[in-house]
C-alpha cells in the first residue's frame, strides 16, 4: 500500500460525519468513500484515527446492517490496523497504544462470540488456534467473573480441556490454578463441565489419555478452592460419572479425585456409588483390576469419615441389616420418651441376640440413646466388656493378612446372613425381624398400650447414678452373644467400632 498521509482533511470529516449518522444509507456511503481512500493509500490524520475507529465499531454493532456490509466496515478496520502496526501513521506511542487496544478489544469480543457459537468445537480448531482461545478466555474470565455462568463458556473451556493436543491440555491445565482463586465457582464448574464431557468424549489415544490423568491431578490440586461453592457436596458424584469411561488409568484418576472431594454431606452417597459399582463389576465380569480399584477407594472413604460405616452397611448388598436398623430406627422415632428405658433395656438384652444384623442395630441404638456424658461414658465401657475380644480378634486377623501380603475381605458373602430367605418369606416372617421384635418385646418387656403409646416395665427403669455400677456386672459373654461373637463378624466388628467412636466423641462433647 501507497502510504499518503495527506488526503483532503475534507474527505475523511465528510466520512466521519456520514459513519457517525444514523441513516443506513450514509453509514454505507461513508464506508465505500474511506474503503477507496485508505486502498489508494491515503490515510486519515492521526488526531482522526481513534475516532474513525469509533465510528467503524459503532456501525459493527449496528444490528440493521446486513452481514456483507459489515464485512466491508471490519476489512477498514483490519486496513487501519495494519497501518498502524506498520508505522504508516505519524501517531505518538499513547495515542498508537490506544487506537491499538480499541482494536484488539473489539477483535477479542468477536472471537468471544465465536467460541460461545461453537463451544464443543473449539478442539477441532488448528493448534494455534485452540491456544488463542485458551488466552481470550482466561481474559474474559479474569475480566468478566460473570461468565462462569454462562454455558456455552463452560463447555468451551472444558472442551479445551479434552483438546488432542498436548499443549492446548498443559495450556489449560496451567491456567486452572490462577483461574480458579480469581473466579468464584470456576473449578467447581469445571471439574463438573469436565466430566460430564469426559463420558461423552473418551480419549482414544496413549497421548489423549495421558493429557487426561494430567487434568484429572491438577483438579484434585485445585479442590480446596471448591469447598466453599455451595454445591460441593455434589461434586464427587458428578465426577465419580466419568467412571463410564472404561480407561483403568482414567478410572483411577476419577477415584482418587472423587475420595479427595468427600465431605460428611456427601461420603454417604459416594460409599453408595462405590458399592453398587463394586456390585455391577463382580457380577458383569469386569476385570479384577477395577474391583480393587473400587475396594481401596471404599477403604479410603472409611479411613476418612469412619463414623460413615453405618451408613455404608445400608446397602443392597445387605438388606438384613437395612431392616434392622430401620426398624429400630423408625420406633425410636416415633417413641423419643423411652429413650433412657430403652438404653437400659438394649444393655440388659445384648447377651440374647443371636445375630450380627440385630446385634448391630441394638448397639447403634445405644449410642443413640447415650445423650448423657455418664451414659456415653457407660455405653463404651459396657460396649468394650462384650466386644473387645472381637475387636483384638479382628484386628490380628488384619495384621496375618497384611504380613502375607494377602487382600483383606471385609465382607462376608451374602448368604451368611440369610439373604435369599427374604425373597421367598412374606415381611412378618423375616427371622431378622421377628428376632428383633423378640428382643425388644420379650427381653426388655416392651408392651403397647390401648392409646397406641408403647412403655416398658419398670423394673427396666433406673437413674442416671445408677447407670454405670448396674450395668456392667450384668453383661457377660454367655448365651447367644457369646457363640455370635465367635463367628469373628468382620463387618460386626467394624460396626462396633465405628459405634464406639462416635460414643467417645459423643463423651468428649458433654465434658
Known amino acids: 500500500m501507497a502510504t499518503e498521509n495527506n488526503p483532503s482533511c475534507g474527505d475523511f470529516w465528510m466520512i466521519m460525519a456520514d459513519l457517525e449518522s444514523e441513516n443506513p444509507v450514509a453509514n454505507i456511503a461513508a464506508m465505500n468513500h474511506a474503503s477507496v481512500l485508505i486502498g489508494g493509500g491515503k490515510l486519515p490524520?492521526?488526531?482522526?484515527?481513534?475516532?474513525?475507529?469509533?465510528?467503524?465499531?459503532?456501525?459493527?454493532?449496528?444490528?440493521?446492517?446486513?452481514?456483507?456490509?459489515?464485512?466491508?466496515?471490519?476489512?477498514?478496520?483490519?486496513?487501519?490496523?495494519?497501518?498502524?502496526?506498520?508505522?504508516?501513521?505519524?501517531?505518538?506511542?499513547?495515542?498508537?497504544?490506544?487506537?491499538?487496544?480499541?482494536?484488539?478489544?473489539?477483535?477479542?469480543?468477536?472471537?468471544?462470540?465465536?467460541?460461545?457459537?461453537?463451544?464443543?468445537?473449539?478442539?477441532?480448531?488448528?493448534?494455534?488456534?485452540?491456544?488463542?482461545?485458551?488466552?481470550?478466555?482466561?481474559?474474559?474470565?479474569?475480566?468478566?467473573?460473570?461468565?462462569?455462568?454462562?454455558?456455552?463458556?463452560?463447555?468451551?473451556?472444558?472442551?479445551?480441556?479434552?483438546?488432542?493436543?498436548?499443549?492446548?491440555?498443559?495450556?489449560?491445565?496451567?491456567?486452572?490454578?490462577?483461574?480458579?482463586?480469581?473466579v468464584p465457582g470456576f473449578g467447581f464448574t469445571m471439574a463438573r463441565a469436565y466430566c460430564h464431557i469426559l463420558i461423552v468424549v473418551p480419549p482414544q489415544s496413549s497421548l489423549q489419555i495421558s493429557s487426561v490423568i494430567l487434568m484429572l491431578e491438577r483438579l484434585k490440586q485445585i479442590s480446596t478452592a471448591m469447598v466453599d461453592h455451595p454445591g460441593f457436596n455434589d461434586l464427587a458424584m458428578h465426577v465419580l460419572g466419568a467412571l463410564a469411561n472404561h480407561n483403568f488409568a482414567v478410572q483411577k484418576k476419577v477415584l482418587n479425585l472423587a475420595v479427595s472431594l468427600l465431605t460428611p454431606g456427601n461420603v454417604r452417597d459416594v460409599l453408595w456409588f462405590l458399592k453398587n459399582e463394586l456390585d455391577l463389576a463382580a457380577t458383569a465380569n469386569i476385570p479384577i483390576e477395577y474391583q480393587q480399584m473400587l475396594e481401596e477407594a471404599i477403604r479410603e472413604c472409611h479411613s476418612a469419615y469412619p463414623e460413615s460405616i453405618i451408613r455404608f452397611i445400608q446397602d443392597p448388598m445387605y438388606p438384613v441389616f437395612v431392616d434392622c436398623f430401620r426398624y429400630i430406627k423408625d420406633f425410636m422415632d416415633r417413641n423419643p420418651?423411652?429413650?433412657?428405658?430403652?438404653?437400659?433395656?438394649?444393655?440388659?438384652?445384648?447377651?440374647?441376640?443371636?445375630?450380627?444384623?440385630?446385634?448391630?442395630?441394638?448397639?447403634?441404638?445405644?449410642?443413640?440413646?447415650?445423650?448423657?456424658?455418664?451414659?456415653?461414658?457407660?455405653?463404651?465401657?459396657?460396649?468394650?466388656?462384650?466386644?473387645?475380644?472381637?475387636?483384638?480378634?479382628?484386628?490380628?486377623?488384619?495384621?496375618?493378612?497384611?504380613?502375607?501380603?494377602?487382600?483383606?475381605?471385609?465382607?462376608?458373602?451374602?448368604?451368611?446372613?440369610?439373604?435369599?430367605?427374604?425373597?421367598?418369606?412374606?415381611?412378618?416372617?423375616?427371622?431378622?425381624?421377628?428376632?428383633?421384635?423378640?428382643?425388644?418385646?420379650?427381653?426388655?418387656?416392651?408392651?403397647?398400650?390401648?392409646?397406641?403409646?408403647?412403655?416398658?416395665?419398670?423394673?427396666?427403669?433406673?437413674?442416671?447414678?445408677?447407670?454405670?455400677?448396674?450395668?456392667?456386672?450384668?453383661?457377660?459373654?454367655?448365651?447367644?452373644l457369646e457363640f455370635l461373637l465367635q463367628s469373628g463378624d468382620v463387618l460386626l466388628a467394624d460396626v462396633v467400632e465405628s459405634i464406639l467412636s462416635m460414643l467417645e466423641e459423643k463423651a468428649n462433647e458433654l465434658q
Open 337 to 480: 420418651m423411652l429413650r433412657a428405658q430403652l438404653l437400659r433395656g438394649l444393655l440388659r438384652a445384648l447377651r440374647h441376640v443371636k445375630s450380627s444384623p440385630v446385634c448391630a442395630a441394638a448397639v447403634w441404638a445405644i449410642s443413640v440413646c447415650s445423650e448423657s456424658q455418664l451414659e456415653a461414658i457407660g455405653s463404651m465401657d459396657a460396649i468394650w466388656c462384650l466386644f473387645g475380644g472381637l475387636l483384638d480378634r479382628r484386628d490380628k486377623e488384619k495384621q496375618i493378612l497384611e504380613a502375607g501380603e494377602v487382600e483383606h475381605e471385609y465382607m462376608l458373602p451374602r448368604d451368611y446372613y440369610g439373604v435369599k430367605d427374604r425373597d421367598a418369606q412374606g415381611d412378618h416372617l423375616k427371622p431378622w425381624l421377628m428376632e428383633m421384635e423378640e428382643l425388644l418385646f420379650v427381653h426388655i418387656g416392651l408392651t403397647q398400650q390401648a392409646d397406641g403409646s408403647y412403655s416398658i416395665a419398670s423394673s427396666s427403669k433406673c437413674s442416671g447414678s445408677e447407670y454405670v455400677s448396674f450395668f456392667i456386672p450384668l453383661l457377660d459373654h454367655t448365651d447367644n
Open 45 to 182: 490524520e492521526p488526531l482522526l484515527v481513534r475516532r474513525l475507529i469509533a465510528g467503524l465499531l459503532s456501525n459493527l454493532a449496528k444490528p440493521h446492517h446486513e452481514i456483507a456490509v459489515k464485512r466491508g466496515f471490519f476489512s477498514i478496520l483490519k486496513a487501519i490496523w495494519t497501518a498502524i502496526i506498520s508505522n504508516n501513521m505519524n501517531m505518538d506511542s499513547s495515542a498508537r497504544s490506544e487506537a491499538l487496544h480499541a482494536i484488539l478489544c473489539y477483535l477479542m469480543e468477536r472471537a468471544f462470540l465465536r467460541i460461545q457459537r461453537h463451544g464443543s468445537m473449539v478442539r477441532m480448531f488448528t493448534v494455534p488456534n485452540q491456544l488463542t482461545v485458551v488466552k481470550i478466555m482466561c481474559i474474559f474470565f479474569h475480566s468478566s467473573p460473570g461468565i462462569i455462568n454462562d454455558a456455552r463458556c463452560v463447555r468451551a473451556f472444558a472442551s479445551l480441556m479434552l483438546s488432542p493436543h498436548a499443549a492446548v491440555v498443559c495450556a489449560c491445565a496451567g491456567a486452572l490454578p490462577s483461574l480458579s482463586l480469581a
